[in-house]
C-alpha cells in the first residue's frame, strides 16, 4: 500500500523561499510520474507540478519559472522548490501520483503572508 508523507511547509514572506518533501512507500516509486498539488481555502484541489518516471517536468502556467519539481529515486522522495513565493501560493500542498491517485496524505501548509 502506498502511502504518502509531505513535509517542509511554513509561514514565509511575500518573495521567500520553501522547499517541500514527500516520501512515498513502496518499491515502485521510479516508475510512476509524481505530482504535487495544492488546495486552497474554498477552491478545488489543482496539479500544479509533475515529473515523469524519467524526469520530464510540467507546471501550471501560476508557477512557471518559479516552482521547481525534482525527485531522488534513491530515497523514494519528491521535491518542490519553491521561489519567489506569492500570498496566492498559500494552501495546503500534496503529492500523489497523477496517473494512479492513491489516498491523500495530510498535505503540508504552506502561507504566504507579511
Known amino acids: 500500500q502506498v502511502q504518502l508523507v509531505e513535509s517542509g511547509g511554513g509561514l514565509v514572506q511575500p518573495g521567500g523561499s520553501l522547499r517541500l518533501s514527500c516520501v512515498v512507500s513502496?518499491?515502485?516509486?521510479?516508475?510512476?510520474?509524481m505530482g504535487w498539488y495544492r488546495q486552497a481555502p474554498g477552491k478545488q484541489r489543482e496539479l500544479v507540478a509533475s515529473?515523469?518516471?524519467?524526469?520530464?517536468?510540467n507546471y501550471v502556467d501560476s508557477v512557471k519559472g518559479r516552482f521547481t519539481i525534482s525527485r531522488d529515486n534513491a530515497k523514494n522522495t519528491v521535491y518542490l522548490q519553491m521561489n519567489s513565493l506569492k500570498p496566492e501560493d498559500t494552501a495546503v500542498y500534496y503529492c500523489?501520483?497523477?496517473?494512479?491517485?492513491?489516498?491523500w496524505g495530510q498535505g503540508t501548509q504552506v502561507t504566504v503572508s507579511s
Open positions: 500523489n501520483l497523477p496517473d494512479y491517485l492513491r489516498s
Open positions: 513502496g518499491r515502485l516509486f521510479s516508475v510512476f510520474a
Open positions: 515529473i515523469t518516471s524519467g524526469g520530464t517536468t
